[in-house]
């Protein structure tokens, strides 16, 4: 890892209690927690978009080969199914999330960090290198 001097932990850092560095703190890591978040619910998504894929392809082999039954039920309860109440799908969830909790986590990352630190991020970890590269000039 590079010891670069210059880096952005040599800007000036907002003076902020500990406890009000801790809380802006506590909601950039509540904000990052949210985008793993909408990371899993992007990949179960796509995960359910294949799976309901494979039953499309599953419909057709079972209707070629005669098992016209079996790709009914394929047809007419599992490709029209939703994941949540049997009707909401999975794209229906990763909107709503991203409509909802996910932007107003962002809004209010963006003001408390906008009113405590002058729109800087990431201050208390800012303050933690600085802590660490005087610690290692000794």
């Known amino acids: 890892m ?10 000036p850092v907002p003076s902020l209690t500990d406890d009000e560095c801790e809380a802006l703190h506590e909601v950039e890591l509540a904000l990052e927690w949210l985008l793993r978040a909408q990371g899993s ?4 998504h796509h995960a359910t978009g294949h799976g309901m894929d ?3 392809e ?3 082999l079972l209707r070629d080969t005669g098992h016209d ?10 490709l029209p199914h939703g994941v949540v109440d ?17 932007a ?3 809004s209010l990352e963006h003001r408390v960090r906008h009113e405590l630190a002058d729109g800087e991020r990431h ?3 800012r303050r933690q290198e600085r802590t660490w590269k005087r610690s290692a000039k000794r």
Not at 86 to 102: A, H, I, K, N, P
């Open 86 to 102: 049997g009707d909401r799908w999975s794209y229906d969830v990763l909107e709503d999330f991203q409509e909802t909790l996910l």
């Open 41 to 44: 619910l992007l990949e179960f």
């Open 69 to 78: 039954e079996l790709a009914n039920a394929v047809r007419c309860e599992l």
């Open 123 to 125: 201050v208390r970890e």
């Open 104 to 106: 107003e986590t962002v």
């Open 58 to 60: 599953a419909e057709s």
């Open 2 to 11: 590079a010891t670069d001097d210059s880096s952005t932990a040599d800007r």
């Open 54 to 56: 494979h039953l499309a």
